[in-house]
C-alpha cells in the first residue's frame, strides 16, 4: 500500500477538494484508490461524509485513525488535519502533497517526503509569478465555481430555517437581490446560472419570477411567513429549489453572505469536476510518484 497524504499548514485551505481530485485522477487513470479522511479535527466527519458521497471513488464514511489507515487494501489519497505532518508522514510511510495559499506557511514534513505543491486561490495576475516557483505542482487561480458557497454554509451564516430543503449538496453559483417588481425579474435572474436570489419574504410575483431561470435557494428575508402558494410551487418544481427564509433584512442579509465566497467547505461533485478540470489543464502529471 502506498500512501499519499494531502496537508496544508492552515484550516480551510482547500485539501479536501484537492485530495478528492487528485483520487479522482488517479482512478480515472486505472489506479485502485481509496480517498479517505484521517481524524483528528472537527472538520474530518462532514469531509468524510462528503467523500463518500462522491460518485466513482470509494471512501469510508467516517474519518479513520492512521491504524486503520494501515489496514486498507491497495494506494490511500489521504486527507490530513491542518498542521504538522512529519512523524504521521513518517509512520505511514507516505509521500505529501501540500495544499495552500500563495502566502501560506511551509508545511513541515520531511523534504525527502514532500512531492510538491499546490497552491489554490490565486490571484490570476500572480499565477505567472507563482507557478515559476520552485516545488510548485499546480496553481489553481481564483475561480467563481470553487469559491462559492454551499447551502449549509448559507443557513449556518445567516442563522435561517428551512422551510424546504434540497436532497442535493448543492454550492450558489451567483447571490442576486430581488427585483422591485416581477415584470423585470425573469430576464433578469435568467442572466445567470447556480442563482441564490434574497427578497423580502411578501414579495411573492419576484419569487415566482425566480423560480422560472436556474434558481437553486430562494432566501426570504424579515422573518414572516410566504405565500402557501410559494410554498407549493417551490416543494414540486423538478429541479429542487431549496428555500431558506432568514430573520434579518435583504441587505443585513447580503452583508453576511459576501464573506462566505471563497471559504466555503467542499461540498460535492460540482466543484470536484472544476478542480479536476482545473488540475488537467495545470499540466500535473498522473499517475503521481505515490510510493516512496
Known sequence: MAVLLVASSEPRAGRSLIAAALAYRLTRDGAQVTLARLAGDESAVPDAATFAALDGLSAPESPLTP?????LAGDVVLEAPPGPVRELASSLEARVVAVGGAAAPDIDAQKDGLIGA???RVPTAAVAKVRARAGVLAVLPEDRVLAAPSLDDLAAALGG?????SAEPRSIGRVMIGTVASDAGSPYFGNRERVCVITRFDKTDVQLAALLTD???????GGGEPSPYLLDRVCSHPDEVSLLSVPGST???????EPLYGRSRFDGDGKLRRAVEMLDEAGV??????AP
Open 118 to 120: 499546490i497552491l489554490t
Open 67 to 71: 491504524e486503520a489507515v494501515r489496514s
Open 161 to 165: 430555517r428551512w422551510l424546504h430543503r
Open 215 to 221: 434558481l437553486r435557494c430562494l432566501v426570504i428575508t
Open 285 to 290: 502529471s498522473l499517475p503521481l510518484a505515490v
Open 251 to 257: 441587505v443585513e442579509t447580503m452583508a453576511k453572505v
